[in-house]
């Protein structure tokens, strides 16, 4: 059973900067992040939840048109950690955060809790 724990969420001011941690425990053996791809998804109430960016085992990344230029996603898989680095923040980042790890051999999805990104004007 993967566990994933978010942290570096609060609030932000637009035009500034976050980054979001994800570190991930209870893999069978090794590195989560090297079996998995890591991926940040965003949910704003009222809307369904969004693939934001994710990194794949292979460090291919991808990003959604909103994030993209902005945000960075890279993982260290030694630390079983992958991180979101947010720059030039604006108001509609406004969302919760959930990290996941999708498991290449299964397909299989874990998810944290989720952490709140909150962007000010």
């Known amino acids: 059973q993967v566990q994933l724990v978010e942290s570096g969420g609060g609030l932000g001011q637009a035009g500034g900067s976050l980054t979001l941690s994800c570190s991930a425990s209870g893999a069978p053996s090794g590195s989560i992040f090297s079996i998995a791809t890591g991926a940040w998804y965003r949910r704003v109430p009222g809307k369904d939840r969004e693939l934001v960016a994710r990194?794949?085992?292979?460090?291919?990344?991808t990003y959604a048109a909103a994030v993209k230029g902005r945000f960075t996603i890279y993982r260290d898989a030694a630390k079983n950690t992958v991180y979101l680095q947010m720059n030039s923040l604006k108001p509609e980042d406004t969302a919760v955060y959930y990290c996941?790890?999708?498991?290449?051999?299964?397909?299989?999805?874990?998810w944290g809790q989720g952490t709140q990104v909150t962007v000010s004007s």
């Open positions: 996941a790890a999708i498991n290449v051999f299964t397909n299989s999805y874990s």
């Open positions: 990194v794949t085992v292979k460090d291919s990344t």
